[in-house]
């Protein structure tokens, strides 16, 4: 999967448009304007800024790389209705079930396989994720990310890391796999300078 064949469209936050090989993959999508607040608990987040393009001048997408399901600042109220459009969704087990029937559950070293024109094959592997630190996963709930390949070009691949820290997890995907093109996930909420505000993103 050459340089030469990659076209990447950074959409907004974690989202990116991927073409390659005439497939059309997005990742984590958001698309709500700015000005949106979610209340998750004794939190509430405020998006600051909108999407470079709608999901309508995007257009068809074959798959969608949805590293976790459970945030709104990685699947937002306009990315989880353009679900419908795509040709799959992978995610993670749990952000599956709570999808059905649209999607397909990945645990970390599982893979997904796309037909691309002319019979190329691509294959999607999840990766390990984490949050934050250690222990964080039975308050933050499960996130992936995932290694893209063709199988006549595996040692060109692309690695989206999903919402995670650094950790062995993601150092073990340096070693399985030779990649060549990264699209990291980064930045973070941050707490307003007031207190009562909302958190930010």
């Not at 087990?93 to 997904?112: D, I, N, V």
């Not at 893209?148 to 950790?167: K, M, P």
């Not at 030779?178 to 707490?191: D, E, F, H, M, P």
Request: with cysteine; proline share 8%.
């Amino acid at each position: 999967m050459s340089n030469d064949h990659l076209k990447i469209t950074l959409v907004g936050g974690p989202t990116a448009l991927l073409e390659t090989s005439g497939l059309r993959l997005l990742t984590d999508p958001t698309f709500d304007p700015a000005g949106g607040e979610y209340a998750i608990g004794p939190v509430t987040l405020r998006k600051l800024s909108g999407p470079a393009l709608g999901p309508e001048a995007i257009g068809h997408i074959d798959a969608v790389l949805l590293s976790h399901d459970q945030h709104f600042d990685n699947l937002d109220r306009a990315g989880r209705a353009m679900l419908a459009q795509a040709g799959c969704i992978l995610t993670t087990p749990s952000g599956s079930q709570r999808l059905e029937p649209h999607a397909t559950g990945l645990t970390p070293w599982e893979s997904a396989v796309l037909s691309a024109p002319g019979g190329r094959k691509l294959r999607i592997t999840a990766t390990p994720a984490r949050h934050g630190p250690p222990g964080i996963e039975p308050f933050s709930g499960e996130v992936i990310g995932f290694v893209l390949a063709f199988d006549d070009q595996s040692g060109d691949a692309i690695y989206f890391s999903g919402d995670t820290v650094w950790f062995e997890g993601v150092a073990e995907v340096a070693r399985r796999f030779k990649v060549r093109t990264v699209v990291l996930t980064t930045g973070a909420a941050r707490v307003a300078a007031r207190g009562p505000d909302p958190l930010t993103m």
